[in-house]
């Protein structure tokens, strides 16, 4: 790891003119990605843009619109949220699954999403759950859906010069449950197989909807929408549910790596869909 | 079983170094900083096989900051001669290419050269400007590929000893060896039931948690001062001195506590490169690995291929075995199939027996010792191939063990005959334990067994006591404490002085401070250590009754030391009362021990383990698990059970998840403790133990080393369980989750 630069902005705007005064500057939150990628030599920069002080990007608030989550808060502050834990809690689930302690402690939604990596826990689940970007840049906000935001692995749609300032999430309806359910080979401190995050919407015994999402099973974490789409007006049962999960195993394009074959990762996106849209489900139970 | 009453062995006194540990006080080799020091950084091979054409380092040096580069070309050029380690013999030429490359490079992460500055950022700066020209070379990465005809050839030089005669053909088989009893067709004719597997194993690292480090500094006045993290300070001492070809009195090496080693700090990598750097730059130099340098850099343990045939009676009698086991050396020969070779069949007592053995070089980094090195690999072929012949006989599988278990007398298909062992004992201890009976309830779940041996090694130890005159005494060994082998070493001193454990106080010294002491390795601390200071007391013993004889004017034949009271006729005085007058009765007592046993004796363990294998991910959860060690004597049980524990979970490691993965072009891709998947806390069960004590007759107080057999039947086990709990019998490790259920799905068609 070579020199570097740090200044750490306290506004937004602040943010934009650091990053404009230094082209090869890099985005720091928690640092848990960014940090092991600048040791490893993955990564390098001349500047370190600190965006922790700013406090839209730290700010966790739910309100009518939904719940809004700055890019850099760390999981921690997530699920110890009253909000979060009592309207979202398949989020505050994943803000607890993401790394240990002393890695929640610091790592941020924001940075998982971010970092673009195809394995990130927290994409699949805020696709699931509709969340969407805001961005800041110099040319003013724009706002993305997640689904959109991850380009390639490692690559997501900010210009040059823009960075995310939040996360936001509707309201969760009447009826709705999700929940994210990942596979590693170790209980812990694991990068994903695979992983299915689910959102469903439950009414009179039928789904009204549902989104479905994979990690690790193409360059970028993967929305099957005809997955979610064809279970909207099933009946709730093992049929429909075996229906979405195989459709979501027919979408995903895993290759063979160290972590596992792609044949066994198609196979498991089956499993962990039907995992995940179960959890949902009885979530979804409990919530009307 | 051990019988005899101590009062100081068989307790559990707290540890010397305990506090220093768990306040983070104690001296690691990376906590040593000297004055000017400098900080190294190697640049490694980007490619697993290459001729180094060309080594530019101007642009390195032109770096400000840059203090001495240093490459092959720097180190002494002299004969190659045969190194004696202690735990083996290795010519000196693969000791100097190994830490730096020369020609070749054999491995990717292969040292070719290093830099000196006066901050880490500088040093890998410079490193990085070093321009190296390879001219790449086709590499071979498995053992069956590399003993293929028309294989790349790693060393030209490398003629195949064949059945102990050199041969003068030049091929990627170092050796090839075979040892025989019996008649095998003979034995094989008389079977009723065969079976025959091949198994294979992947490499896999010790995963120690302290990558290595060395600070060096070449003084002045030609010593060479050297502080580092390693299992045997006289071996780092020894191997320095060869490879910069000074004599081992210039060398001084002072080992700091170290953070585990498993057999892998046994090698030495740094400390002549930090020495070259040392006396080019005229300052201290310090080099640590980070941990892709330790998994690149240093010697894992070797993957192997491993057929296995074994032939039973209908009566339950094992009648044949015959094994054909090639491993992986890595980049130099030294594959640890010896000693896989002498354990492969050793738990059982088989007439008829035939073992080849395979040495065999491949682009990977050199191989090194892992706790019981090459009996892992060999007792899980052969265990799983005894429980599927327990299983065809419609035995139980401990009790076809028991009826066909190794015994005093049993004759070793390399050799020797076995004296007093505690097979029996151990697989008795594992039936009667309440977890074999215990009923398994639920789906998918299985339970496995399978028992291992380990010889353990003697070789030389050294061990000197002085008395205070308030009672205590110093002990110095010379033996680095990886498992608490300070306080087992003191307390059979203390043991015999008749005092407290805590009133001996345990030094590991430098290569200058105690005599020459062999590796922290084999087992052998407790073993040999032990014993070395078991006969210093009694040199202390000897003299303290002379003491006490001239205080009490009587012969020193009629003075007797019990429970550390000195008695003659009906005077008494303590050991502590003593020792405060020694100064009138002649000055310090000093006393000396050092041993050198040809010999251990061997210790068996076994393992009995339930797993839930989930049928749709392929993931084995290790539910319960038992591990069954008989220790001679154990000294510290706590210690002994420490042992079984970490060797249990580290056997668990290596056979579910474990294992370099590795591109086609000889890349690790998982060189990080993120990928490389060793088991967490929350991937193991509490690991239940039972200490066996079947005395040594060798060792004065019985001990057998428990380092190491407890690593040997984990995979073993933990396959059988999986058969029976998924009815798929996996015969390559690691038996990892796509690995199971790719198994559970080609079954169901
Ligand atoms: C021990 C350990 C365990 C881990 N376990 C998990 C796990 O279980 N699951 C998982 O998914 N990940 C895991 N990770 C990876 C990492 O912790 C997560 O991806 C984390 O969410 C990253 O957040 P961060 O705040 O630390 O990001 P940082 O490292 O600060 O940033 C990540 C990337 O995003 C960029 N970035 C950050 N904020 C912004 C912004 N506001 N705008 C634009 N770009 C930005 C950075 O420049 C960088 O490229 C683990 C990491 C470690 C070290």
Request: net charge negative; aromatic share 6%; with cysteine.
């Amino acid at each position: 790891m070579k020199w570097f630069d740090y200044s750490a902005p306290e506004s937004v705007s602040g943010a934009i003119s650091a990053l404009a005064a230094h082209p090869r500057a890099r985005i720091l939150a928690g640092g848990t990605d960014l940090l092991v990628q600048m040791r490893a030599g993955r990564k390098e920069t001349d500047f370190i843009v600190d965006v922790k002080r700013i406090p839209e990007l730290n700010e966790i608030r739910y309100d009518s619109d939904g719940l809004t989550v700055g890019a850099s808060a760390p999981c921690y502050r997530l699920y110890a949220h009253a909000d979060v834990a009592a309207r979202y809690p398949s989020l505050a689930r994943l803000a607890a699954l993401i790394g240990g302690t002393q890695i929640q402690g610091r790592a941020s939604i924001g940075g998982n999403l971010c970092n673009a990596a195809p394995s990130a826990d927290a994409v699949p689940l805020l696709i699931a759950l509709g969340a969407r970007c805001r961005i800041a840049g110099q040319a003013g906000e724009r706002e993305v859906v997640v689904e959109e935001f991850c380009t390639a692995p490692g690559v997501n749609v900010l210009g040059p010069g823009e960075f995310l300032v939040s996360l936001l999430i509707p309201p969760p309806a009447p009826g709705s449950g999700a929940h994210y359910e990942r596979f590693i080979p170790r209980n812990e401190m694991d990068i994903a197989v695979a992983g299915a995050g689910a959102s469903v919407v439950l009414e009179d015994g039928h789904f009204r909807s549902a989104r479905i999402a994979l990690a690790s099973v193409a360059p970028t974490p993967l929305f099957v929408r005809e997955a979610g789409d064809a279970l909207a007006g099933k009946p709730v049962n093992e049929e429909s549910i075996n229906e979405a999960a195989n459709l979501a195993r027919d979408a995903a394009r895993p290759i063979s790596d160290m972590r596992a074959p792609a044949e066994y990762r198609r196979r498991l996106c089956a499993v962990l869909t039907r995992r995940a849209l179960t959890r949902a489900i009885e979530e979804a139970r409990g919530n009307r | 079983m051990s019988t005899q009453e101590y009062a100081v062995l068989g307790t559990r006194p707290v540890r010397h170094d305990g506090a220093d540990k768990v306040t983070g006080r104690a001296i690691y080799g990376a906590d040593i900083h000297l004055a000017g020091l400098l900080q190294g950084a190697i640049l490694r091979s980007p490619h697993a096989h290459a001729r180094i054409v060309r080594i530019d380092t101007r642009r390195a040096e032109a770096l400000p900051g840059v203090k001495a580069v240093v490459t092959a070309a720097d180190l002494a050029v002299s004969q190659d001669r045969i190194v004696d380690l202690g735990e083996g013999d290795t010519p000196l030429s693969y000791l100097r290419g190994n830490v730096l490359a020369s020609g070749k490079v054999l491995y990717k992460g292969h040292a070719v050269a290093a830099v000196a500055a006066a901050s880490l950022h500088v040093a890998e700066e410079a490193a990085s400007l070093i321009d190296v020209e390879y001219e790449p070379l086709p590499c071979v990465l498995t053992t069956l590929d590399a003993m293929r005809e028309d294989a790349p050839i790693l060393h030209d030089g490398l003629r195949t000893t064949e059945f102990g005669e050199k041969t003068g053909r030049v091929s990627n088989v170092a050796e090839h060896f075979r040892h025989e009893l019996g008649d095998v067709s003979a034995g094989f004719a008389e079977a009723d039931v065969v079976v025959e597997h091949e198994f294979r194993t992947a490499t896999v690292h010790q995963g120690y948690i302290e990558p290595h480090t060395a600070t060096v500094l070449w003084n002045n006045d030609g010593r060479i001062l050297v502080w580092c993290s390693t299992q045997g300070a006289f071996v780092v001492r020894d191997v320095t001195a060869c490879i910069l070809d000074v004599p081992v009195s210039r060398v001084k090496v002072t080992p700091l506590e170290i953070g585990g080693g498993f057999g892998g700090k046994i090698p030495v990598y740094l400390e002549p490169v930090a020495a070259l750097l040392s006396k080019k730059s005229g300052r201290p130099v310090k080099i640590t690995m980070t941990r892709r340098d330790v998994f690149e850099g240093t010697g894992p343990t070797p993957g192997s291929v491993i057929r296995v045939k074994m032939g039973a009676r209908k009566d339950g009698r094992i009648v044949a075995a015959q094994a054909w086991m090639a491993y992986e050396a890595g980049a130099y020969p030294g594959a640890m199939v010896g000693p896989g070779a002498m354990c492969v069949f050793a738990a059982y007592d088989i007439a008829n027996v035939v073992v080849d053995g395979f040495d065999v070089v491949v682009n990977k980094p050199s191989t090194a010792a892992y706790r019981a090195p090459g009996a892992t690999n060999a007792a899980f072929a052969t265990e799983s191939v005894v429980d599927e012949l327990a299983e065809k006989l419609g035995l139980d599988p401990l009790e076809f063990r028991l009826k066909n278990a190794a015994r005093e007398g049993t004759r070793r298909a390399d050799g020797p005959k076995y004296p007093r062992i505690g097979c029996v004992e151990v697989i008795e201890a594992m039936k009667n334990h309440p977890h074999y009976s215990a009923p398994l309830e639920g789906p998918n779940r299985g339970r496995g067994v399978a028992i291992g041996f380990w010889f353990n090694a003697g070789l030389p130890s050294s061990c000197t006591l002085s008395v205070n005159a308030d009672g205590s005494v110093n002990l110095v060994e010379g033996s680095t404490d990886i498992g608490g082998t300070r306080t087992s070493v003191a307390m059979q001193a203390a043991e015999v002085l008749g005092i407290g454990a805590e009133d001996v106080r345990p030094e590991v010294a430098d290569t200058d401070s105690v005599g020459f002491t062999a590796v922290t390795g084999g087992s052998r601390v407790t073993f040999a250590t032990g014993w070395a200071a078991y006969e210093a007391a009694q040199d202390v013993v000897r003299q303290m009754k002379e003491r006490a004889a001239k205080l009490w004017e009587t012969d020193a034949a009629s003075v007797t030391l019990d429970h550390g009271v000195f008695r003659s006729g009906d005077r008494s005085m303590t050991f502590r009362d003593l020792a405060a007058r020694l100064g009138e009765t002649g000055g310090p007592v000093t006393g000396r021990g050092a041993v050198n046993p040809r010999s251990a004796g061997g210790s068996f363990s076994g393992c009995i383990a339930d797993v839930q294998v989930d049928p749709e991910t392929g993931k084995v959860d290790v539910l319960r698990f038992t591990a069954v060690q008989d220790a001679g004597k154990a000294i510290h049980p706590a210690y002994v059970e420490g042992q079984m524990q970490g060797g249990s979970a580290q056997g668990i490691g290596w056979a579910l998840n474990e294992e370099y993965h590795m591109s086609p072009d000889g890349a690790m891709q998982n060189a990080s403790l993120l990928d490389y998947r060793m088991p967490t806390a929350l991937d193991l069960p509490m690991i239940d133990t039972v200490i066996v004590e079947v005395p040594n007759p060798i060792h004065p107080f019985g001990v057998r080393g428990v380092g190491e057999a407890n690593i040997v039947p984990p995979p073993a086990t933990l396959a059988n369980a999986i058969y029976h709990a998924t009815g798929v019998r996996l015969r390559s490790l690691p038996m990892n989750p796509p690995a199971v259920a790719e198994a559970i799905w080609s079954k169901e068609g």
